[in-house]
C-alpha cells in the first residue's frame, strides 16, 4: 500500500487538512453510532450529491414515458447496458480522483467477471486495477487499510456469496473501525459485486445476502437496478466517506437504457417514486422492481391504482419518502427477493410498523423468497421466488 500510495502521489486527507468542496461532511450520531453524512440530506427532496459545477440530475427514470422531463433529458443522453453505466460511472471517478482504485478477483486485464472494469487496467495501470489471488478475507483487509491511509478503493467480489469469506474484514474492520478509532479514521471503501438468484447458477450462486450485510453497523447499503441509478449511486458510493455495500442483480447487467450525457450523482439514502399511486403503496428493489411492473399492467387494467417504489437505499431506509406515501394510500405491500426470515421486508415491515402504524387500515403483507437453498432446476428455482400473479392477489386482497 506504501508503494501504491507513493505511486499515485496521494496524501491523506487526515494529514493534509484539505477537501474539495463536495467532500465536506458533517459527523451526526445514529443510534450512538458516529456516521458520516453528506450536507446535502438535510433537505429533503431537494437535489442531493456533489457541489461541484455542472449539472446535476437527482432522479432516477421511473419507467419510459412515465416522466416527461426525464424523458426529454434521456433523449440527450447515450444508451447503455448496465454493466457498461457501472463501469462509465467508475472510471469518471477515476478520472476525477486519483485516490480511487479497484481491487479482486479477475478485475484488472481479464476485465472482472461480469466486464465491469473491463479496459480499465490499461487506462490506469496495474497500482489503480489491481488483480488478487483467490483470497476474499486477504485483499478485502488490505483494500480496508487502503482506505485508512487516504485511497477510496472499490472492492469487487466476484460473487456476492464469495464475500462471506471476507465477513470478517467488513463486519469488524470496514464497518466499526471509524467507530473505534474515535473518529481518527474514515473507511471510504465501496463493496460491489453480483448477486441474486440467476438463472440455474446453483444454490452456492444464488444466495440473497443483502440482510447479513444490512445488520452490519457502520455500513450503508444500496441496490442498483437500472443502468441510470447503477451509474448514479456508483458515483456517490465512491465519493461518500462511509463504507458502502452496491448490491448489483446478476440478472440485471444486460438492461438496457438511454442515460443522460450530463454529470450526475445520485442520493444513497434515497428512494425512488417509479410509479405514482393511490391506493396501496408497493416497496421493492433490485429485480423485483419488473417483477412488480409486469403485475402493475394487469392490476391497472383490473382498475387499481398502486404506488410503486423502488427503495434503492436498503440501509438507511428512506421514511421520508416510504412515509409520505404510506399516509396517502394507507396500505403496503413490500416485494424482495431476499429471505423471508430476517430479510430486508422484516427489516421494512418493522420500520414502517414504529413510524407510521396510526396511518395503516390494513396489516402490511409482504413477499419473499422462500427460506430454501435455491434450487438448480429451472422450475423449482422460480417457485422459490416471488412473481408477477403473487403480486396481482397480493394487492387485490389488500384492497378488499
Known sequence: MAAMLQTIGVASPAASGTFPDHQKFFVSSLHSLPVIRSEARLNFGSIHGSSRAGKLIAKAVATKGENSAASAASKAGHELLLFEALREGLEEEMD?????????????????????????????????????????????????????????????????????????????????????????????????G????????????????????????????????????????????????NPVVLFEHVLLYNLKERIPDEEYVLNLEEAEMVRPGEQVTILTYSRMRYHVMQAVKTLVNKGYDPEVIDIRSLKPFDLYTIGNSVKKTHRVLIVEECMRTGGIGASLTAAINENFHDYLDAPIICLSSQDVPTPYAGTLEEWTVVQPPQIVTAVEQLCQ
Open 96 to 192: 476525477r480522483d486519483p485516490r480511487v482504485c479497484v481491487m479482486g478477483e479477475d478485475v484488472g486485464h481479464y476485465g472482472g467477471s461480469y466486464k465491469v472494469t473491463k479496459d480499465l487496467a490499461q487506462k490506469f495501470g496495474d497500482l489503480r486495477v489491481l488483480d488478487t489471488p483467490i483470497a476474499e478475507n486477504s485483499f478485502t483487509g488490505m483494500a480496508i487499510g487502503a482506505a485508512m491511509t487516504g485511497l477510496r478503493p472499490v472492492i469487487e467480489g466476484m460473487n456476492m456469496g464469495f464475500l462471506l469469506l471476507a465477513f470478517n474484514q467488513i463486519s469488524d474492520n470496514c464497518g466499526m473501525l471509524h467507530y473505534t478509532s474515535g473518529g481518527q479514521f474514515t473507511i471510504p471503501a465501496v463493496i460491489r
Open 194 to 241: 453480483p448477486g441474486g438468484v440467476g438463472r440455474q447458477l446453483g444454490a452456492e450462486h444464488s444466495q440473497r445476502l443483502e440482510s447479513y450485510f444490512q445488520s452490519i453497523p457502520g455500513i450503508q447499503m444500496v441496490a442498483c437496478s437500472t443502468p441510470y441509478n447503477a451509474k448514479g449511486l456508483m458515483k456517490a458510493a465512491i465519493r461518500s466517506e
